[in-house]
């Protein structure tokens, strides 16, 4: 049972337009949410998060947004560099923030290539 | 600041044959974890560790073990290595307060047993 899907395997998007990356969850305890960026060769690396009390952050070209109803967040980088070309996960904890049980649960991620 | 690190980067094993994984983070995060990624599946918890002395089961503990026995170390063994425990191996780390629970990770170890 999986409790955090990205449905797409890839994307691929031209240079400086926008890529959208989604995320579905089934957990509804679910309360943090992170992306990470993954290169290959290279462990995955923190990009941006969103708690459930917000259903938006912004981070520079990167913006997660949030919809606890739908139990669906997505990923916006604008505009797309050829740079960004990596996996990108999606992770969900639920519980008490700073607690170590509260363990991430990963998606199976989604490559984005960015065109030049 | 290394960071996390892991060693070694690569290893082939024979099917039987048993080898430890090291990851050091210089931190000083309370929190450390052990993670597989296989094609499809994502990154999946087999062991973590809330402190030094502490160890606890994960996703997929079977035919693992861990140790901590310094708060800078995580050790990940594998007494005897199956064909089903290839993969990509990392090490991740979070400081106790940390903001969204965020973790840091190594740059992985890839393991292949034939």
């Known amino acids: 049972d999986q409790q955090v899907k990205q449905n797409s395997p890839s994307l691929s998007v031209q240079e400086g337009r926008i890529s959208i990356l989604n995320c579905d969850y089934t957990n509804s305890m679910f309360d943090y949410f992170l992306w990470y960026k993954k290169y290959p060769a290279e462990g995955p690396t923190f990009l941006i998060s969103?708690?459930?009390?917000?259903d938006k952050n912004e981070d520079g070209r990167f913006t997660v947004f949030l919809n606890k109803s739908a139990k669906h967040l997505s990923l916006h980088i604008v505009p797309s560099q050829p740079g960004d070309s990596a996996v990108y996960f999606c992770a969900a904890s639920a519980g008490r923030r700073g607690g170590a049980t509260n363990k991430l649960i990963f998606g199976t991620g989604t490559l984005l290539a960015v065109q030049p | 600041n290394a960071g996390v690190t892991q060693t070694p980067k690569f290893r082939v094993l024979k099917t039987g044959q048993s080898m430890t994984l090291l990851c050091a983070q210089d931190m000083n995060h309370e929190y450390m974890y052990w993670y597989r990624q296989d094609p499809g599946m994502g990154l999946r918890l087999i062991h973590y560790?809330?402190?030094?002395?502490?160890?606890a089961k994960g996703e997929v503990p079977d035919g693992y073990n861990v140790s901590r026995l310094k708060k800078q170390n995580f050790l990940l063994g594998l007494e005897s290595a199956a064909p089903s425990q290839t993969s990509v191996y990392f090490c991740a780390s979070r400081w106790l307060a940390g903001e969204y629970n965020e973790q840091f990770f190594g740059p992985g170890t890839r393991l292949t047993v034939l």
């Open positions: 969103i708690s459930s009390i917000k």
């Open positions: 560790s809330v402190g030094e002395g502490t160890t």
